[in-house]
């Protein structure tokens, strides 16, 4: 069982930056794939960013270039650091845990979740 804490959202203007922080429970984190969603209102939880065991990184084309995502397995923690961020950008962001080597911006597969941390970003 893995349980996952995000924090680090807030409210910021249009071109500031945010970092999100999610710590994970459980003595294997080095070994699963970790990825970031976001859903804004009445839309779906669509992917962001995801980051392999071996520290591989995968973007949406909406945010490549201005997301980051990384991972301390010493700390058990993931990381985005989110820069130039957009009014488009407002959505509660979501830490996922996969059990498994391959990146995967489904969220069918990834079987544990945070309970998100909400991200407005003002115009």
């Known amino acids: 069982q893995v349980q996952l804490v995000e924090s680090g959202g807030g409210l910021v203007q249009a071109g500031g930056s945010l970092r999100l922080s999610c710590v994970a429970s459980?003595?294997?984190?080095?070994?699963?794939?970790m990825g970031w969603f976001r859903q804004a209102p009445g839309e779906e939880r669509e992917f962001v960013a995801a980051i392999s065991w071996n520290e591989n990184e995968y973007y949406a084309e909406s945010v490549k270039g201005r997301f980051t995502i990384s991972r301390d397995n010493a700390k058990n923690t993931l990381y985005l650091q989110m820069n130039s961020l957009k009014f488009e950008d407002t959505a509660v962001y979501y830490c996922?845990?996969?059990?498994?080597?391959?990146?995967?911006?489904?969220?069918?597969?990834?079987?544990?979740w945070g309970q998100g941390t909400q991200v407005t970003v003002s115009s």
């Open positions: 459980g003595r294997i984190f080095s070994s699963y794939t």
């Open positions: 996922a845990a996969r059990n498994g080597p391959r990146y995967s911006a489904s969220t069918k597969d990834y079987a544990y």
